[in-house]
């Protein structure tokens, strides 16, 4: 186990990191390499209404319920963030956040704009990565070479990647995904290097904060 990891389950802070990409940007692959690489990471597995696709499975890709069942709990306010894309509902359950905290980890989503918007509305301290596709043609390749989606819903996709990408201000670090490693060793840094930035700060302000606390057992 690595010294930073080490740091994180002593102090048991938890760091949120939001990562947004257009479809078809390579953001699983990426996020998938930075989940073998990096200890004590625990990834949000989202609640959607939309059916399982290829060899999804309840509770691996995706928590998969039933629409009456999103709109109840988002009535119950259990979502830390929720959309409608495409005409389904996809939604972070608070839970996710309380199972990272519980195994002093740091917790990973996968989400899009509106998300990662409404997420730092909630924990304003949360990480925003988005990563970008070099260009709207190499965009249009990839999307074409997964071999998923119908002409109509790669045009979709392509017009709603340009509106995601204009709301590139809104996060706190850009990824240009161009080719896999390097983009992978470049999300690995990002991730290292705001938990090494929070660890040195706990262990800067922990020993102040026990002075405070032995001033008052003493008065």
């Given at each position: 186990?690595?010294?930073?990891?080490?740091?994180?389950?002593?102090?048991?802070?938890?760091?949120v990191?939001?990562?947004?990409?257009?479809s078809?940007s390579?953001?699983?692959t990426?996020?998938?390499?930075?989940?073998?690489?990096?200890?004590?990471?625990?990834?949000?597995?989202s609640y959607?209404t939309r059916?399982?696709?290829?060899q999804?499975?309840?509770?691996?890709?995706?928590?998969?319920?039933?629409?009456?069942?999103?709109?109840?709990?988002?009535a119950?306010?259990?979502?830390?963030?929720?959309?409608?894309?495409?005409?389904?509902?996809?939604g972070?359950?608070?839970?996710?956040?309380?199972r990272?905290?519980?195994a002093?980890?740091d917790?990973v989503?996968?989400?899009?704009?509106?998300g990662?918007?409404q997420?730092?509305?909630?924990?304003?301290e949360?990480?925003?990565?988005?990563i970008?596709?070099?260009?709207?043609q190499?965009?249009?390749?990839?999307?074409?070479?997964?071999?998923?989606?119908?002409?109509?819903?790669?045009?979709?996709?392509?017009?709603?990647?340009?509106e995601?990408?204009?709301?590139?201000?809104?996060?706190?670090?850009?990824?240009?995904?161009?080719?896999?490693?390097?983009?992978?060793?470049?999300?690995?840094?990002?991730?290292?290097?705001?938990?090494?930035?929070?660890?040195?700060?706990e262990q800067?302000?922990r020993p102040?904060?026990?002075?405070?606390?032995?001033g008052?057992n003493?008065s």
């Amino acid at each position: 186990m690595s010294k930073t990891a080490t740091l994180n389950r002593a102090t048991g802070i938890t760091t949120v990191f939001i990562i947004s990409a257009p479809s078809g940007s390579g953001k699983s692959t990426l996020v998938c390499e930075l989940m073998k690489r990096i200890p004590d990471l625990y990834f949000s597995v989202s609640y959607t209404t939309r059916p399982p696709r290829g060899q999804e499975t309840d509770g691996n890709e995706y928590h998969f319920i039933s629409r009456a069942e999103f709109e109840r709990r988002l009535a119950n306010d259990e979502f830390l963030e929720s959309a409608e894309v495409f005409g389904n509902y996809y939604g972070t359950h608070r839970s996710e956040l309380d199972r990272a905290r519980a195994a002093r980890a740091d917790l990973v989503l996968d989400i899009d704009v509106q998300g990662a918007r409404q997420l730092k509305g909630r924990i304003s301290e949360a990480v925003s990565i988005f990563i970008l596709p070099p260009s709207r043609q190499v965009l249009e390749e990839r999307l074409r070479a997964r071999s998923q989606d119908s002409e109509t819903v790669i045009e979709r996709r392509l017009k709603e990647a340009a509106e995601e990408i204009r709301n590139y201000s809104q996060y706190d670090y850009l990824l240009v995904n161009r080719e896999v490693q390097a983009s992978t060793d470049t999300l690995v840094s990002i991730v290292r290097s705001v938990r090494s930035r929070r660890d040195r700060m706990e262990q800067q302000i922990r020993p102040i904060l026990e002075t405070f606390e032995d001033g008052r057992n003493k008065s």
